[in-house]
């Protein structure tokens, strides 16, 4: 089995930082593409940040400048450095990572979830 375990979310002001990490954990051969999606209320889920696991980065751009992915590809981890937060980058934060087990599949897994709130 493997496991993706997100932490690191919370409430913060406008103007403040929070940093999201996640860990991936279980039988895993190799891991590709690893980053977060997000889902406000009432919105579909979006593409924030992807990173390959040769090091190129994807931002949607309501994040670029302000939002910063990174990985470490020797702990199977990807974190969110998330700078200048405003309200509308209020919601559920989820990481996912395309692994591909000992079993030679490839799979895309979901973390649980962790809620950023950027609010006065």
């Given at each position: 089995?493997?496991q993706?375990?997100?932490?690191?979310?919370?409430?913060v002001?406008?103007?403040?930082?929070l940093?999201l990490?996640?860990?991936?954990?279980?039988?895993?051969?190799?891991?590709?593409?690893?980053?977060?999606?997000?889902?406000a209320p009432?919105?579909?889920?979006e593409?924030?940040?992807?990173?390959?696991?040769?090091?190129i980065?994807?931002?949607?751009?309501?994040v670029?400048g302000?939002?910063?992915?990174s990985?470490?590809?020797?702990?199977?981890?990807v974190?969110?450095q998330?700078?200048?937060l405003?309200?509308?980058?209020?919601?559920?934060?989820?990481?996912?990572?395309?692994?591909r087990?000992?079993q030679?599949t490839?799979?895309?897994?979901?973390?649980q979830?962790?809620?950023?709130?950027?609010s006065s």
């Amino acid at each position: 089995q493997v496991q993706l375990v997100e932490s690191g979310g919370g409430l913060v002001q406008p103007g403040g930082s929070l940093r999201l990490s996640c860990a991936a954990s279980g039988r895993i051969f190799s891991i590709y593409d690893m980053g977060w999606y997000r889902q406000a209320p009432g919105k579909q889920r979006e593409l924030v940040a992807a990173n390959t696991r040769g090091g190129i980065t994807n931002y949607a751009d309501s994040v670029k400048g302000r939002f910063t992915i990174s990985r470490d590809n020797a702990k199977n981890t990807v974190s969110l450095q998330m700078n200048s937060l405003k309200p509308e980058d209020t919601a559920v934060y989820y990481c996912y990572a395309d692994i591909r087990s000992f079993q030679s599949t490839t799979s895309r897994y979901w973390g649980q979830g962790t809620q950023v709130t950027v609010s006065s």
